[in-house]
């Protein structure tokens, strides 16, 4: 069973209580190099470790604040299949971002 650390939720209910009337709240997700290196988790694919983590946060953020959409960065689900965002219901969590450089880099390669 996965438990946030006390000072991450610390930090978000604070972050909600600055900000009583947000509809939206950013729960990071993006980057992600350092993951899956302990022993246990070296065992699960890192796409599992990543999708089950944005998962359980975004449920977390829906049942303490049920009118605030988590968003995150797109960039980590850039190369993951559909069928695994379906599996761990990321299209009924959050609300992906995508990141302008990533459009202005694609860009600046189609004009080459």
């Not at 993006?30 to 944005?54: A, I, T, W």
């Not at 990321?90 to 990533?102: D, G, K, T």
């Amino acid at each position: 069973m996965y438990h946030f650390p006390y000072c991450q939720l610390r930090f978000s209910f604070q972050v909600m209580e600055l900000t009583p009337n947000v509809k939206y709240l950013h729960i990071g997700c993006d980057e992600v190099f350092q993951m899956g290196e302990c022993s246990k988790c070296s065992q699960v694919p890192r796409d599992n470790l990543f999708l089950g983590h944005v998962s359980r946060v975004a449920k977390w953020v829906k049942r303490h604040y049920p009118a605030v959409t988590p968003i995150i960065w797109d960039d980590m689900l850039r190369h993951v299949l559909v069928s695994s965002i379906e599996e761990y219901h990321l299209h009924e969590l959050v609300e992906p971002m995508v990141s302008e450089n990533f459009l202005y880099y694609n860009e600046l390669s189609l004009a080459d």
